[in-house]
């Protein structure tokens, strides 16, 4: 899979009908720059895309989203701009768009489980401009999350359930 910079993407590929990209280019960087933050925050090496947003590309399919992902200590952070799919071939764009926020820990327990979503976000849109907001609002959510918290402390939230030895 390919990580592609929010600056070297192509803004149709999420919003295919936006008639003034300007303003929600200008939203998107907001919401890159939040993402961005948060990576330093938490003195993580910049990914492909920079520590920032990016698109995701799976052998010449451009996944319609904007997505951004950071794990220290076993927490991850992850927020996404998309519109649903029935399956990755799926070329239908929106309206509407998802955007998404969560902070999930790694469960201790190992492969039997997949983790555990702490806290989370989510809204949905029916405009471009509208659906970038919502993703500035997502990311500022979770920088808040992680300058409010170091993530070792997250993981004292995990739900102890899957604490249990596997039988």
Avoid: K
């Avoid at 076993?74 to 969560?102: I, K, S």
């Amino acid at each position: 899979m390919d990580a592609i910079p929010l600056s070297r993407s192509d803004l149709r590929w999420v919003f295919p009908e936006v008639r003034d990209p300007s303003p929600v280019l200008d939203a998107l960087s907001e919401a890159d720059a939040h993402v961005r933050e948060l990576t330093r925050h938490l003195g993580l090496p910049e990914g492909p895309a920079g520590g920032g947003l990016e698109y995701r590309r799976t052998e010449g399919i451009v996944a319609a989203g904007i997505f951004a992902a950071a794990e220290a200590e076993g927490v991850g952070f992850t927020a996404d701009l998309c519109f649903p799919r029935r399956c990755l071939w799926d070329l239908r764009g929106g309206p509407p768009w998802e955007v998404e926020a969560e902070v999930m820990v790694v469960c201790d327990r190992g492969p039997d489980c997949g983790g555990h979503t702490l806290a989370e976000w989510a809204e949905t849109f029916t405009a471009p401009l509208e659906a970038a907001a919502g993703l500035v609002e997502a990311s500022a959510w979770l920088l808040a999350r992680v300058r409010g918290a170091p993530p070792a402390s997250w993981r004292s939230r995990d739900d102890a359930r899957c604490r249990e030895p596997a039988p």
